[in-house]
């Protein structure tokens, strides 16, 4: 019985470790540079070459144009939160 005992604590210990591991891992997520915005716009379609293209320089630019631009309907998904992630990697104030 000791044994036993012994065997369901140490699985017990097992599982929390991996949870907590797991926890951590991906709590690191929500940096700027991983958002929804970059799963698309690379490479050649970058952000970063997009608002040099448009000549960009304000927050209150990039939101006018990602939300009433030719593009708009493209972005109809794109969260408030994913906007302003991109607004803060490009460093628009």
Do not use: W
């Amino acid at each position: 019985m000791r044994g036993f005992k012994l065997y369901s604590f140490s699985l017990l210990i097992i599982v929390l470790s991996a949870g907590i591991l797991f926890v951590l891992k991906n709590s690191g997520s929500s940096s700027a540079q991983d958002f929804k915005c970059l799963k698309c716009h690379k490479g050649k379609d970058s952000l970063e070459k997009y608002v040099q293209e448009k000549k960009i320089t304000s927050a209150e630019e990039f939101r006018k144009l990602v939300r009433q631009g030719p593009k708009a309907g493209l972005h109809l998904t794109s969260s408030d939160e994913d906007l302003e992630r991109a607004i803060k990697y490009l460093g628009l104030k």
